[in-house]
C-alpha cells in the first residue's frame, strides 16, 4: 500500500531512522498500513467509518486506530499528545475539522522535540502558514502514485533538524 503523499517526501522518509519512534497521524489510509512498517507504534484518528473499518480489519498489531468527531477530536488529540509521538502527520479531511486548528491544537500541546508532517499544504495554506511561522520547513513537491502533484511538507525546530536529515 503507497500512501498518497509524494514520492520524494516518501524516498526521504525512508532514510531516517523511524524503527525505534512513535507516529501519530490525524487522518488514516493507506498511510496507516504504509507507516506501520517504518516505525515502532502507529496511533491513528480518523473520522470515516469506511477507513476506520479497513484500518482495523487489518489486525496490524503495532497500529492503534481511533474514531474522531468534531466533538471529541481534542479529547483524543490530548490522549495522544500526552504518549509524546516523535512524530505527527496532518493529513486529516478538513471537512471535518480544518487542518489549522488541528495544527494549532498540535503546536501547543506536543512534546518539544516532536517533528511535524503535513501533507497538501499549499491545499491547507492556513495550517501550513501557521506551521511556517513555528517552525522550520522542509518542503517536497512531486507527484504522488495517483499522478497528482501535490507538496508534503516536514516541521521541525533547532533542537530536532538532526533527525531530518539523512543518517
Known amino acids: 500500500m503507497i500512501p498518497l503523499l509524494t514520492e520524494p517526501f516518501l524516498k526521504h522518509l525512508k532514510k531516517?531512522?523511524?524503527?525505534d519512534k512513535n507516529y501519530l497521524e490525524i487522518g488514516s489510509g493507506n498511510s496507516t498500513i504504509y507507516f506501520s512498517k517504518c516505525f515502532k507504534a502507529v496511533s491513528s484518528l480518523e473520522h470515516d467509518k469506511e477507513w476506520f473499518k479497513k484500518i482495523q480489519d487489518q489486525g496490524i498489531k503495532n497500529i492503534n486506530i481511533s474514531m474522531f468527531?468534531?466533538?471529541?477530536?481534542?479529547?483524543l488529540l490530548h490522549l495522544e499528545l500526552s504518549k509524546k509521538p516523535d512524530f505527527i502527520m496532518i493529513d486529516n479531511h478538513p471537512h471535518v475539522v480544518s487542518r489549522f486548528d488541528i495544527a494549532n491544537f498540535v503546536h501547543y500541546n506536543k512534546k518539544?522535540?516532536?517533528i511535524i508532517f503535513l501533507d497538501n499544504g499549499s491545499w491547507n495554506l492556513e495550517a501550513f502558514n501557521f506551521l511556517k511561522q513555528h517552525y522550520y520547513c522542509l518542503d517536497f513537491f512531486g507527484k504522488r502514485y495517483?499522478?497528482?502533484?501535490?507538496?508534503?511538507s516536514i516541521f521541525f525546530t533547532d533542537t530536532n533538524s538532526e533527525s531530518i536529515y539523512e543518517n
Open 16 to 19: 531516517l531512522k523511524t524503527k
Open 69 to 75: 468527531t468534531k466533538d471529541n477530536i481534542g479529547d
Open 112 to 114: 518539544n522535540d516532536c
Open 146 to 152: 495517483d499522478g497528482n502533484l501535490s507538496v508534503t
